[in-house]
C-alpha cells in the first residue's frame, strides 16, 4: 500500500498494512462477556417495559394485524432495516402475510406495493430517520394505519404512529455507544414477540408451519406419518391365535423385522420382533400361538403424528420401526426408521 493510501486510511481507520495485536484469550473472553451482560441488562429492560406501558401497546398491534384484509409491510434503514427484514420474513412464515420494503426504495417507486389494506410497521431506533418521512408521508395520505417500533416515543415516528412500540433506551454493547447491538436486539426480540403472539392468536399448528416450510430437514420433520407409511400388503399383520411358523414367515416376507399382532376385535394388541423370538427360542417355538409371544401394548403412532415425534419415540424406546393406527386402534400401516432417515428427518 502507497504512503497517500495509508495516510488516507490511517485518517479513519487502523492502518489494513499493520495486523492487530495478539490479545490473551482472557482479554477476548472477558469484552465478550461484558457485550453479553450489557445486552442481558437490555433484556431485562424490554422484560419490565411489557408491564409498563409496551405490553397494552403490543396487543394493540397483534389486534390491528390480525384483523387487517391485506399485509403488514415492514420498513426502516441499516441495521433496523435489516432487522426489520427478519421480522417480515417470520411474520410470513408464522401466518402473518408480510413483506419488507426499504424506506429508501419506497421513496424510488415501491410506495406502489403498499395498499391502503396494509399496515406498516416502522423500526427506527431514535425515531428520527429522514428516509422514513415520504412513507409515513404517504401513510397518513391514505389513512395506511402505522405501528412505530422505536426508542424515541416522542420522536417524529413516535408521534406520527398510531401505535407506538416504545422500546427501553437501553445501553448499547458496543463500548464507544456507536455499534447498534442491544438496539437491534430488542428490535428483534420485540418483532419475534409479535409474531408468536399472531402465531397464537390465529391458532397456527405444526402442520400450518409445514405448509410454509415444506422443503429441508423442517419441512421433512413436519410430515404426517400417514403420508410416508407403508400400508395394505406391506403391513405385517397376524391375529393372535396364528402359529409361530406364520409369523416367522410373514416377518420375513414383509421384511421389517417385526410383525403386528391383532385381537378378535381387529385392534393392535402387540407386536412380535426379532427379540421376542430370541427370549422364546426353544423347540416349540414355531408351534406357539402369536399371542403367547408378543410383547403386548406396544408404543403406537397414528396417521396425524409428525415424523418428528415418531423419530423421538423410536429413539426412546430405542426400536426401528412402529405400527401406525387408525382412530379406533385397527392398524393401519408400519413406518420404519430408514423411511425417516430417506425423507431427511433422522
Not at 79 to 103: E, M, N, Q, Y
Request: charged residues 20%; glycine residues 10%.
Amino acid at each position: 500500500m502507497d504512503r497517500r493510501r495509508r495516510r488516507r486510511y490511517r485518517g479513519f481507520m487502523l492502518d489494513p498494512s499493520s495486523p492487530a495485536q495478539p490479545r490473551p484469550d482472557s482479554d477476548i473472553i472477558a469484552s465478550a462477556a461484558r457485550a453479553v451482560a450489557v445486552l442481558s441488562r437490555g433484556m431485562a429492560d424490554l422484560t419490565a417495559a411489557l408491564d409498563n406501558g409496551l405490553g397494552a401497546a403490543l396487543a394493540r398491534a397483534v389486534r390491528l394485524i390480525a384483523g387487517l384484509n391485506g399485509r403488514l409491510i415492514v420498513t426502516g434503514v441499516g441495521k433496523s432495516g435489516l432487522i426489520g427484514a427478519k421480522i417480515a420474513a417470520t411474520l410470513a412464515s408464522t401466518g402473518t402475510p408480510a413483506s419488507f420494503v426499504h424506506a429508501a426504495d419506497a421513496n424510488h417507486g415501491d410506495l406502489g406495493m403498499i395498499t391502503p389494506q396494509d399496515a406498516i410497521l416502522v423500526l427506527s431506533w431514535s425515531g428520527e430517520t429522514t428516509e422514513l418521512n415520504a412513507i409515513l408521508a404517504y401513510a397518513k395520505r391514505f389513512d395506511i394505519p402505522v405501528i412505530a417500533l422505536t426508542s424515541g416515543a416522542q420522536s417524529t415516528l413516535g408521534l406520527a404512529a398510531d401505535i407506538c412500540l416504545a422500546l427501553p433506551k437501553a445501553e448499547e454493547a458496543c463500548p464507544h455507544g456507536l455499534a447498534p447491538t442491544t438496539s437491534t436486539l430488542l428490535q428483534l426480540a420485540i418483532g419475534d414477540a409479535l409474531a408468536v403472539a399472531l402465531l397464537e392468536a390465529r391458532g397456527f399448528t405444526a402442520l400450518d408451519f409445514h405448509g410454509f416450510h415444506p422443503g429441508g430437514k423442517l419441512g421433512a420433520s413436519l410430515t404426517q406419518i400417514g403420508q410416508i407409511m407403508h400400508r395394505g400388503e406391506a403391513l405385517p399383520l397376524l391375529g393372535e391365535d396364528a402359529v409361530m411358523r406364520d409369523a416367522v414367515l410373514e416377518m420375513t416376507r414383509k421384511g421389517f423385522g417385526c410383525v403386528a399382532i391383532t385381537g378378535a376385535d381387529g385392534r393392535l394388541s402387540g407386536i412380535i420382533t426379532d427379540g421376542d423370538l430370541r427370549r422364546h427360542m426353544g423347540p416349540d417355538l414355531l408351534l406357539m400361538r402369536a399371542g403367547d409371544v408378543m410383547t403386548r401394548n406396544p408404543r403406537r403412532a397414528t396417521t396425524a403424528m409428525l415424523a418428528v415425534e415418531v423419530l423421538q419415540m423410536l429413539n426412546e424406546k430405542k426400536i426401528t420401526a412402529m405400527i401406525v393406527v387408525d382412530g379406533d386402534g385397527r392398524p393401519e400401516g408400519i413406518v420404519h426408521l430408514h423411511d425417516l432417515l430417506r425423507i431427511g428427518v433422522a
